[in-house]
């Protein structure tokens, strides 16, 4: 997802660095206006991705934190039952 994101940043760069508004027709401004919007489109959502991911990785450390203390208790009844 990275790389597809550094592509589409490079490939905008080049592209409005090389086409100036005088010399581009309307279907290529137009063109560079829809990758331009998506690739900030990718962003938003590579972003909203890795938000989500941090979320998930926190509620993993917390549920195998819950399921270390749960393995204690068992041992400790079974143990306690012998």
Do not use: D, Y
């Not at 309307?26 to 962003?43: D, F, G, I």
């Not at 979320?55 to 917390?62: A, D, T």
């Amino acid at each position: 997802m990275k790389k597809l994101l550094a592509f589409f940043m490079v490939a905008s760069v080049l592209l409005l660095s090389g086409c100036g508004p005088k010399g581009a027709s309307h279907e290529t401004l137009s063109a560079l206006n829809m990758r331009k919007q998506a690739a900030e489109s990718a962003e938003t959502k590579l972003k909203e991705l890795e938000a989500k991911r941090l979320k998930l990785e926190e509620k993993k450390v917390e549920k195998e934190a819950r399921a270390e203390e749960l393995r204690r208790e068992l041992e400790n009844l079974k143990i306690g039952g012998e």
